[in-house]
């Protein structure tokens, strides 16, 4: 081992290829009516999001501390790794970024903590892409920079089915101002750069599925696809088949519950890495 890769849950890698390259997914917390549960444990995302609209006190989340980013550095470390990359979820929206600095400052610059500047797999496709240079044996700037690439033609948008839970959040301020949910409507919003922007809104579901596969399209060509959603399955297998077009292997992913629970039930998106032009 010699550059060892680090990244959080909201990544929302698929388990398989965290394996494969050997990518330490650290898991972030959910806390359920007082009752702290790793990400990944305790409840699976299927049962969450059938409880979620019924649960009497709203579940919360948080990252894990500095001292666990610190010890899972120190394990990598004693396992062969000489520097380590830790990519994480936008530091605009969670504390993740900073504990993971803060762990870093023990390790005389041999961690490099990255803001990933997004979340699901508009972070996970930048984890992914340092896992592979990784595995070509290319070193930490030409890694940073293949992250970089990435990064910039990341877009990830979707199709809530209320702005309630982003409001409930606190953590969007413009939603707060919005009766999105009083009319019914169905709000897209875009992460970039870091920050949830909005992107209009549908007045039907069905709509608002076209509208986002109309966005798809818009982007051109594509190297990576993930349709994301919040326990809509059937409606994620729908949208995936009438594509004409998709890049090879995408993927289809219920999303984390520590995203999930900010965003709400029922959401259908897309993370996809566009291809340069050039």
């Known amino acids: 081992m010699d550059i060892a890769i680090v990244t959080d849950s ?11 390259y050997k990518i330490e997914v650290v898991p972030n917390i959910m806390v359920i009516d007082g009752e702290s549960l790793m990400d990944g444990e ?5 049962e969450f999001y059938r409880r979620l609209p019924e649960m009497a006190n709203p579940p919360t989340t948080a990252t894990s501390s500095s001292g666990v980013y610190q010890r899972i550095y120190a394990r990598l470390f004693k396992q062969g790794a000489t520097q380590i990359l830790s990519i994480h ?3 605009l929206l969670s504390g ?7 762990a870093a400052q023990a390790f005389d610059q041999r961690v490099k903590v990255i803001d990933g ?5 508009g972070l996970g496709f930048q984890v992914l892409a340092a896992a592979e240079a990784v ?3 290319l ?12 990064r910039r033609r990341v877009r990830v948008i979707a199709m809530l089915d209320t702005l309630e839970y982003v409001r409930r959040s606190g953590r969007v301020s413009w939603a707060r101002a919005r009766l999105g949910n009083l009319l019914r409507i169905k709000p897209f919003i875009e ?7 909005s992107l209009g809104e549908a007045r039907t579901r069905r709509k608002g599925i076209e509208r986002l596969g109309e966005m798809l399209r818009e982007l051109g060509p594509l190297d990576c696809l993930a349709v994301l959603h919040t326990n809509a399955e059937h409606d994620a297998e729908a949208f995936l088949a009438s594509l004409d077009e998709a890049p090879a292997h995408p993927f289809i992913v219920n999303v984390t519950t520590i995203i999930g629970t900010h965003v709400g039930p029922n959401g259908l998106g897309f993370a996809v890495v566009t291809r340069d032009s050039a």
């Open 96 to 102: 993740i970024y900073n504990a993971a600095s803060l």
């Open 117 to 121: 500047e997004q979340i699901t797999l």
């Open 42 to 46: 305790g409840i699976t995302r299927e």
């Open 135 to 137: 595995a070509r044996g």
């Open 139 to 150: 070193g930490m700037d030409e890694i940073i920079e293949a992250i970089g690439d990435v």
């Open 191 to 197: 992460l970039k750069g870091g920050r949830v922007f």
């Open 10 to 20: 909201t990544s929302d890698i698929p388990h398989d290829l965290a394996e494969q």
């Open 89 to 91: 979820a936008s530091s």
